[in-house]
């Protein structure tokens, strides 16, 4: 089920019909958030629930038991960590791994195949397991650092972990944020009703309009579906990739965060206009903010971040990048995507380059976007191969024929939509005046009005939410 489909439709439908009556008791409200959230879980595969539970029953039951016997603390992380950690691995990395060991044997001139000894039940990766993964950890982590009091009631804690709206991509929220929010009963204003809808509507704009767009043109190009092949179409390709996972997953979130606010919950900001960044370690504080921050508070910081000198700074910012590549899946192609971003933030760090151009965000912000649209490139690729290819193509400066827009115009003019609004959000940001202005006029209204009639009439064929891969 995915929130750009009918059946969404008449699933938040009923949801909301019963919330009001439903939600005035702590246990009613926990049992039909649950209840809720499962079935909109099991509507992939019903068999995977058993995982959501098993994580969160271990989470549970090791958060009790850390209060409880406080000097098995450690055994009690360190069982949590192996058992989230050890399912994610079964699920979604076995035939990664597997391939690793195959090809590192066949440079010793040794066949292996471990790959097709795996399991078939562990070749299907579950719908979101790295993100409830991630958010049912935070829990157990914070709780071993005391920064966190067990709940003792077993429907407040899944509520929390399963709770639709978030489950499958996205954001990442924290127990501590929402553990507290799950045990008030609040009708939201007319103001957050009002918030609630505008972020869901602009998110299905971003989603459908957008997004699902765009996915023609970049899919063709990736696919070999076309004719073209040279250095001008490879870079609008890029870009165009770089703008469909972004309103894409942001699409996801804004909506996520909307149902939320209309429950009379708060979920944190997951994106902030990351390509609008003048620094590449700005750009990972605008994008997926959730997951980014996990990544400091959980590795980054543990580690010594960069308070330990040159060394242990870089040691750090590697093994946090690269495991953030191997959040989002088992290829290489997501390992170069990580080591891209680690070679371009340590010569940001080591040369201080951006901050030597501060003020200068005509020359700052083009930049960045081209070293955040170098590294999709990998992203999107299909092998590593192909992103060198791709990359080479960039690079060499030949044909720079755009005849190739008239051949998808039906499909680049949201592209050019989607940068009109990335510049008109800029100067909105730095002219006070013209935020003032906007607030005024109250054109939030039309341009909802705009938008929700954008998402009947110019959406593009339904495509499922990239990120729900991960």
Not at 50 to 57: A, D, K, M, T, Y
Not at 423 to 443: A, C, D, G, S, V
Request: aromatic fraction near 20%; proline fraction near 3%; hydrophobic fraction near 50%.
């Amino acid at each position: 089920m995915i929130f750009n489909s009918i059946e969404f439709l008449f699933f938040a439908l009923a949801f909301f019909l019963l919330w009001p009556i439903l939600k005035k008791q702590n246990t009613t409200r926990w049992i039909f958030i649950t209840v809720a959230s499962f079935l909109f879980y099991a509507w992939w595969d019903w068999r995977f629930l058993f995982l959501i539970v098993g994580s969160g029953l271990v989470d549970y039951l090791s958060g009790l038991a850390m209060t409880r016997f406080p000097k098995n603390k450690k055994g009690l992380l360190a069982f949590s960590l192996i058992a989230n950690l050890g399912s994610l691995s079964v699920f979604k990395y076995s035939v990664f791994f597997a391939t690793v060991v195959d090809d590192v044997m066949e440079w010793f001139g040794v066949t292996t195949t471990l790959v097709d000894h795996i399991p078939e039940f562990a070749l299907i990766v579950p719908v979101g397991i790295s993100f409830y993964t991630f958010q049912s950890l935070s829990y157990t982590i914070d709780v071993y650092r005391g920064r966190l009091k067990p709940t003792k009631n077993i429907l407040h804690f899944f509520s929390y972990l399963s709770m639709f709206p978030q489950l499958v991509a996205g954001p990442i929220v924290r127990a501590k944020d929402l553990l507290a929010q799950l045990t008030r009963y609040r009708t939201p204003s007319h103001f957050e009703i009002w918030n609630g809808m505008k972020l869901i509507v602009f998110g299905l704009f971003q989603k459908t309009v957008i997004a699902d767009n765009l996915s023609f043109f970049i899919d063709a190009a990736f696919e070999g579906k076309t004719p073209f092949d040279g250095t001008s179409f490879w870079w609008v390709v890029t870009i165009a990739f770089a703008f469909q996972i972004y309103t894409d997953f942001s699409g996801y979130s804004l909506i996520a965060r909307g149902i939320a606010k209309m429950m009379g919950y708060h979920f944190k900001m997951n994106f902030n206009h990351p390509y609008l960044a003048t620094s590449l370690r700005a750009f990972w504080s605008r994008w997926h903010i959730s997951l980014s921050t996990w990544f400091r508070d959980y590795v980054y910081i543990p580690l010594g971040g960069s308070r330990k000198g040159m060394l242990i700074g870089f040691l750090a910012l590697f093994t946090t990048m690269f495991l953030s590549g191997l959040w989002h899946g088992a290829k290489y192609t997501f390992l170069m995507w990580a080591l891209i971003h680690i070679g371009f933030l340590q010569l940001e760090r080591s040369t201080k380059w951006t901050a030597k151009l501060k003020g200068k965000d005509y020359l700052l912000i083009p930049l960045i976007f081209i070293q955040s649209c170098v590294a999709w490139v990998y992203f999107r690729a299909d092998d590593v191969e192909q992103g060198h290819q791709i990359i080479y193509r960039l690079f060499r400066f030949q044909d720079m024929n755009v005849g190739f827009f008239k051949s998808y115009f039906d499909h680049l003019i949201y592209l050019v939509i989607a940068l009109a609004i990335e510049i008109m959000i800029y100067f909105k940001l730095k002219r006070p005046h013209l935020k003032q202005w906007y607030y005024q006029k109250n054109l939030d209204v039309y341009l909802v009005s705009i938008a929700i009639i954008c998402v009947i009439f110019l959406r593009g064929e339904g495509q499922q939410f990239i990120y729900f891969q991960f």
